[in-house]
């Protein structure tokens, strides 16, 4: 089990008005063990946390177990709190909710006569490959998730992409870590692309194929993945 290394806590962080504190910190925290800055095994402590965010240690409790829920982090009473491995029966339930959802949005998009819709996606999708190409990963991943965030939003049904989302994070690790891989990202690439022309084309049968291919990649490839990366994965 390794320490904080509280370099990863840059600089100050100041609460913004609205969310409550244990919301942001949860964010926060969230997104450094989804970008896996925070390692498996990485110790958060309670007291340097709460010194980082200046608040009590009640907010950053509340956050830890917000992350203990969506099993990113085990949390040991009376011990410490440390991220843990992807725990790869979360990544499949996930993957599972995920391909229910993005079917029936992407037949309800290509059931639409809205050409703004594979317009903003053909946009989205060259924002990637222009991340990609200047090795921009933290761009490519935003745009990613912003392509299919708005498959939701264009079905009316982003509150389900916010719900998807909260349930996805050992997911989004496992994807994180496929992507250098068996050239994953200009799979991604060529998959949204095609998407996008099925929806464009107005064809629902099309469209689902699209999504099956585009969603099963990774849990494909998790041979390669427990050998490259044995210290993150947990069955």
């Not at 989004?172 to 022309?197: F, T, W």
Request: glycine fraction near 4%.
């Amino acid at each position: 089990m390794s320490t904080m290394d509280l370099s990863l806590l840059e600089g100050t962080f100041d609460l913004a008005k609205g969310p409550s504190a244990s919301t942001q910190i949860y964010d926060y925290l969230r997104a450094k063990i989804v970008s896996l800055e925070f390692t498996p095994g990485t110790v958060l402590p309670r007291p340097e946390l709460a010194r980082f965010f200046n608040v009590s240690v009640t907010p950053v409790r509340d956050a830890l177990l917000r992350l203990e829920e969506e099993g990113l982090v085990d949390i040991f009473p009376q011990h410490a709190t440390r991220v843990r491995e992807v725990d790869l029966d979360s990544a499949r339930h996930a993957q599972f909710l995920r391909l229910a959802l993005e079917l029936e949005v992407a037949r309800t998009l290509a059931s639409q006569e809205d050409s703004s819709v594979p317009a903003r996606l053909r946009q989205l999708v060259e924002t990637q490959r222009s991340c990609w190409a200047r090795k921009d990963v933290e761009g490519f991943i935003a745009a990613d998730q912003e392509f299919h965030r708005h498959l939701f939003t264009a079905a009316n049904a982003e509150r389900l992409w916010h719900t998807l989302r909260a349930r996805s994070g050992n997911m989004d690790r496992l994807r994180r870590l496929h992507l250098p891989l068996n050239n994953k990202a200009e799979s991604v690439l060529r998959q949204h692309a095609e998407l996008v022309d099925a929806i464009e084309q107005r064809d629902p049968a099309l469209a689902e194929d699209r999504v099956r291919r585009h969603l099963g990649g990774t849990l494909s490839q998790l041979n390669d993945l427990r050998n490259t990366y044995p210290q993150y994965l947990k069955e």
